[in-house]
């Protein structure tokens, strides 16, 4: 066998595995793709807190293991529903920006760090237009108003142990449909369900918080803060006051 035959077969055998590998790059190995990786948030009214979910897919053949997400802003709170998706699984990446502090148009990214070898880096963007609490443009608009029964409740003296329970009334004074985003508590012994997280405008709500007093003793004071569309005063706070006594 000569040595120009060896070698045309070497050249041959390269370039066959050459176009082997571009025919099938995705050979055995995840694919990372967003079904929507611009979303635009609209207007919010400065201090808005304003969510949003980007849907991730696996279009690969191997598992997608998502190792981090990261915001471009601290403004902007981002997190997986879920690391890790076999071939054809989708998830969510959810997506929190306060407005707190910003003004006019606002553009930002989200990169989601991944074991896809060709995208190892995918870029979510959304935007958003934020406008002062008294800016011309809300004049015209029908806005949503939070008014609460009370924004402090006094549990008084409790024995150790006990859950205790305080019910808050509110309601949608404005004129445009209300929407409750969030609602925080400032400990993990305390947890607060609502009645609707949406009211049209002379609707009514409630809000049931729940205050465990395990292995608590003296006064303690806490808090639940509700998030929402009202422009006038997008976050309000309720303190919780309580005196735990020892059995």
């Known amino acids: 066998m000569s040595k120009t035959f060896l070698a045309q077969k070497r050249v041959f055998t390269f370039i066959f595995l050459a176009a082997y590998c ?14 929507n990786p611009v979303e635009d948030l609209g207007t919010l009214v400065e201090g808005q807190i304003a ?37 054809g699984e989708q998830t969510t990446v959810n997506v929190e920006f306060n407005s707190s502090g910003r003004s006019g148009l606002q553009q930002k990214y989200v990169y989601v760090f991944s074991n896809d070898p060709k ?29 609460l029964d009370k924004n402090q409740y006094d549990f008084g003296n409790v024995k150790e142990g006990k859950i205790v329970t305080a019910i808050i009334d509110f309601k949608n004074t404005g004129e445009g449909d209300l929407k409750i985003i969030d609602v925080r508590t400032s400990c993990g012994c305390t947890a607060a369900l609502l009645s609707s997280k949406n009211l049209k405008p002379g609707e009514k ?20 803060t509700l998030y929402t569309n009202d422009p006038s005063t997008p976050n309000q706070t309720i303190t919780l006051f309580v005196n735990i006594q020892k059995s």
């Open 119 to 147: 995208t190892p880096e995918l870029r979510l963007s959304f935007t958003a237009v934020v406008v002062p609490k008294n800016s011309p443009e809300l004049k015209d608009q029908k806005m949503p108003r939070l008014v």
């Open 205 to 224: 709500g409630s809000i049931r918080i729940e205050l465990d007093t395990s292995n608590r003793e003296g006064k303690l004071t806490r808090t639940v």
């Open 22 to 35: 571009i025919a099938y790059p995705q050979s055995n190995s995840p694919k990372i793709k967003a079904v």
């Open 51 to 87: 969510k949003e979910s980007f849907i991730v897919k696996n279009e690969g053949t191997a598992d997608l293991i998502i190792d981090k997400v990261r915001a471009s802003c601290g403004c902007t709170a981002a997190a997986p529903a879920k690391k890790k998706l076999k071939p």
